[in-house]
């Protein structure tokens, strides 16, 4: 069964920073990408980072400058790291990765549970 668990959501100070780690494990052929989505009250979910497994990145403007997109192939991780942080950044957080299990043909997309980011005074 594979299965995406997220971490490191919270609360932080504006101008603070955050780190978001997350971990695909189960039986997994290959990951095409992981990446990050982030979903406010009342607003659509939006992507915030992802990362190809080749290394090329892809970043939502609102957060250009502030946030790298890194992951460990090796460990099936991914890291976002978000500095100078706003108020409009508090949304939950979900994992997204595009990956084939072992047992299928195909690739797919699974998500994890989501982490609450907080951005207040």
């Known amino acids: 069964q594979v299965q995406l668990v997220e971490s490191g959501g919270g609360l932080v100070q504006p101008g603070g920073s955050l780190r978001l780690s997350c971990a695909a494990s189960?039986?997994?052929?290959?990951?095409?990408?992981m990446g990050w989505y982030r979903q406010a009250p009342g607003k659509q979910r939006e992507l915030v980072a992802a990362i190809a497994s080749g290394g090329s990145a892809n970043y939502a403007d609102s957060v250009k400058g502030r946030v790298t997109i890194s992951r460990d192939n090796a460990k099936n991780t991914v890291l976002l790291r978000m500095n100078s942080l706003k108020p409009e950044d508090t949304a939950v957080y979900y994992c997204n990765a595009r990956l084939r299990p072992t047992e299928l043909p195909h690739s797919y997309d699974y998500w994890g549970q989501g982490t609450q980011v907080t951005v207040s005074s």
């Open positions: 189960g039986s997994i052929f290959s990951i095409n990408a």
